[in-house]
């Protein structure tokens, strides 16, 4: 089945590091995604990694994936009030990777 | 470069209402998503045309909800007659379609509210 999963919150000081973490179901996925929405916008795509790849850095962002527990998660680095919005991890199932299937989004909240 | 243009951006009406949406994608995309998205959660796929062809309407609820994409560029949406559970926002995307790197581009969404 299509699933992808992500806690609903997470709040984070100004300067230091966020993690936010993903599940996703399918073993056979070719993409994985992070896409961010900032209020009252669209979705924008922050960064993608490809399956057969374990990690891809840009920037301040950080993604890892672990196929073996299909576990993705998105580090972005000195966070800035900037940084606060919804983050959704996404995927693609084989043989579709024109189709994405979204988690429900994690809110990254900044504490001054 | 021209984004993603949606209209209207704010629609309330009663249940049983109809309310159509109207999207006009980035110049070139052959490929066109209708997504919707409930408070709360993350965007749910309805619709998915290539160029004026349907690619995946498998979770579109068919027996009020339709759309078309004429001459393969801008597309509408229709929910006819409207339930309090169509309260959501109503994203249309798009993506070049051809040489996928998995980037969609969104508009800013068509927000409905279902009294």
């Known amino acids: 089945g299509e699933d992808v999963e992500q806690s609903l919150f997470l709040s984070v000081r100004e300067g230091d590091s966020s993690v936010i973490n993903c599940t996703y179901t399918?073993?056979?996925?070719?993409?994985l995604y992070w896409y961010k929405q900032e209020p009252g916008a669209g979705l924008q795509l922050l960064t993608y990694i490809f399956s057969n790849m374990d990690m891809k850095q840009d920037q301040r962002l950080t993604v890892l994936l672990n196929k073996k527990d299909k576990h993705l998660s998105l580090r972005i680095a000195d966070t800035q009030t900037g940084d606060s919005a919804i983050y959704f991890c996404a995927e693609s199932p084989m043989n579709r990777d024109d189709k994405i299937i979204f988690g429900k989004g994690t809110r990254l909240h900044i504490l001054p | 470069e021209a984004g993603v243009a949606q209209s209207p951006r704010y629609k309330i009406i009663e249940k049983r209402q109809s309310v159509a949406f109207w999207c006009n994608p980035i110049?070139?995309?052959?490929?066109l998503y209708w997504y919707q998205q409930i408070l709360g959660q993350g965007p749910k796929l309805l619709i998915q045309?290539?160029?004026?062809?349907?690619?995946?309407d498998s979770q579109l609820p068919k027996d009020r909800f339709s759309a078309e994409r004429l001459k393969g560029v801008d597309s509408t949406l229709k929910i006819q007659p409207a339930k309090l559970e169509d309260s959501a926002v109503y994203l249309c995307a798009s993506s070049h379609g051809t040489t996928y790197t998995g980037e969609l581009f969104f508009g800013e969404g068509s927000r409905l509210t279902v009294l």
């Open positions: 045309f290539q160029n004026n062809g349907v690619v995946d």
């Open positions: 110049s070139g995309h052959a490929t």
């Open positions: 399918d073993s056979s996925s070719t993409y």
